[in-house]
């Protein structure tokens, strides 16, 4: 006889005198065992035969009051009940009276799972070093992976929305309150093995990651010189640590971020002793350069949650601390989210603390570049160090370079008696929202169109953002003019040439038109894609 993750929550009747037992009436020096089974029965019924249970051990068998399995989450009920071999999540789901088993409550549909990680859709082997993963487990089993492969030059795909805990209204309101979901996150790369690969989260969304650590930590823990991190969305996210670095990136070098957005809310109490020990970021942590000359770009990102630096010594929503000469270049990048911390706070970069001397007090400039960036975050730091791009400049000279870029509040950067800022960047949020977006935000360099479109479909009003918004990331833009109003250009064409780059879906529209209408058949020729359409 094997029970295991079994309850008995009827009324068993006897009036007999012989085989009297709530889960075996009657057994003939049976053997086996019983494990994780609760009985919600009259007190005075053995769980078997008589007083005796013969050969069966029991294993935490025991009686209990209806009223403490009736409020339990589903992090208590894996430990009531865990998961047996073979199945990827406890069987059992919440119910207002008693635990259920989830295969028959219509109510469930498999929302809240405990997530066990997949690792077996990687096997190193891949001839295009490229692999998809779709589900909550395989996103874990990266995670796991990680901790010994760094995937350098490896690309790894999202090919559906993955959610890792179940997200309903005040859900992450209830985790800042001290409630803990019931799958907790394991960072992306470590400080041994940091990740080194491509993250392409092909325009899908991340929601429900509950990170709570005592040591520096993020989605990726750390990263490497390679890595990439592109389209995709984390949404419904907390992120907290008592110790060490914070951010979506905890600490380390990036190439390229691109086309994420992130309303993750993050929360500091890591207590600092020197520079660079506690800093909290909504994008990154601490950002290490790659080497000096080598750029770190951000292009269309958006950092639209909450960062909260307790006891740190900085707070930002793309990079909270830069210890090390490097150079940045911010493209279409907005900050909306509310930073907070008692000492050096940006709407971009918390503290930069080094400089591009060459000596003297001759500098590099140009070395910290913003085209078409807008804050309009609530920025709150000490009144020393509190900017609307940066919160703190250590050093006397700083290589800022800003164009077509404007933020709210007094100061774009919060250190006083550094080199002057170019005046018109700072902006009250009247002029944003009476200003054309194509005014504010011309086209840049290669770019098809403008990035940056009005924050509803019906123009910019004070019951919604009140600003321009990146249209990647904007639904009413992507649903009702992203798609449907197409444009058909076929300026990119030339008889004379035999390779072509498409970029957008007018250029698409119009090798279509030109193939279908036109003598042109492109035979010898090529036609390349220059991004995603």
């Known amino acids: 006889v094997e029970i295991a993750n079994c309850m008995v929550a009827g009324h068993v009747n006897f009036t007999g005198t012989i085989g009297k037992g709530v889960l075996i009436g009657n057994h003939n020096n049976s053997t086996g065992s019983m494990t994780n089974v609760y009985l919600i029965a009259e007190p005075t019924i053995t769980p078997l035969q008589g007083a005796t249970n013969a050969g069966i051990t029991l294993n935490n068998v025991a009686r209990v009051e209806r009223s403490s ?19 990827e999540q406890t069987a059992w789901v919440c119910d207002n009276g008693t635990p259920v088993l989830k295969t028959f409550a219509s109510w469930w549909k498999g929302r809240e799972k405990a997530i066990i990680p997949n690792t077996s859709w990687y096997t190193g082997a891949s001839t295009s070093k490229k692999y998809e993963i779709t589900t909550a487990g395989e996103l874990y089993g990266l995670a796991k992976l990680s901790q010994t492969e760094d995937f350098t030059g490896w690309t790894i795909t999202l090919g559906a929305d993955i959610e890792l805990n179940l997200i309903e209204e005040g859900t992450v309101d209830s985790w800042k309150n001290g409630e803990e979901p019931l799958n907790k996150w394991t960072p992306i790369g470590t400080s041994a093995n940091p990740f080194a690969g491509t993250f392409d989260g092909q325009g899908y969304t991340i929601s429900g990651l509950y990170l709570s650590a005592t040591e520096t930590a993020g989605m990726f823990g750390y990263t490497g010189a ?21 951010g979506l990136v905890g600490k380390g070098k990036i190439t390229l971020m691109e086309n994420v957005y992130s309303n993750a809310y993050l929360e500091s109490s890591a207590p600092y002793s020197t520079a660079g020990t506690a800093e909290v970021g909504g994008f990154v942590g601490i950002l290490e350069p790659i080497d000096a000359d080598t750029v770190t770009t951000f292009n269309n990102c958006w ?5 909260l630096g307790k006891t740190t010594l900085s707070a930002a929503g793309f990079v909270s601390y830069i210890g090390s000469k490097m150079t940045l270049e911010f493209n279409n990048c907005l900050n909306t989210g509310k930073i907070t911390c008692a000492n050096r706070a940006g709407g971009y970069i918390g503290w930069i603390n080094a400089g591009w001397w060459v000596s003297g007090s001759t500098f590099e400039a140009n070395k910290w570049r913003f085209n078409n960036c807008l ?55 009247e002029y944003l929202i009476n200003t054309d977006e194509t005014i504010l935000f011309p086209a840049l360099s290669g770019e098809k169109e403008n990035a940056w479109v009005s924050d509803n479909a019906n123009g910019w009003n004070d019951t919604d953002r009140g600003t321009p918004i990146l249209a990647t990331f904007a639904e009413w833009w992507i649903a009702n003019v992203g798609h449907d109003e197409l444009t058909v250009d076929f300026s990119w064409y030339n008889d004379n040439d035999t390779k072509f780059t498409l970029y957008d879906a007018g250029d698409l529209g119009g090798l279509a038109y030109l193939v279908n209408n036109t003598s042109e058949q492109f035979t010898g020729k090529t036609i390349i894609l220059g991004t995603d359409i």
């Open 375 to 429: 804050n309009v975050g609530e920025i709150s730091g000490s009144a020393t160090y509190t900017g609307s791009y940066i919160g703190h400049v250590a050093t006397s000279v700083i290589s800022l370079a800003l164009t077509d870029s404007y933020g709210t509040g007094t100061k774009l950067v919060g250190t006083a008696n550094r080199d002057t800022i170019p005046s018109g960047h700072i902006k009250d949020r």
């Open 69 to 87: 399995l009736s409020n339990l989450n589903q992090k208590e009920l894996l430990e009531k009940f865990p998961i047996l071999d073979g199945e």
């Open 303 to 307: 950092f639209d949650g909450e960062v």
């Open 226 to 246: 390679t890595t990439v991190l592109k389209n995709f969305k984390l949404v419904d996210s907390y992120f907290k640590t008592t110790a060490g670095i914070l």
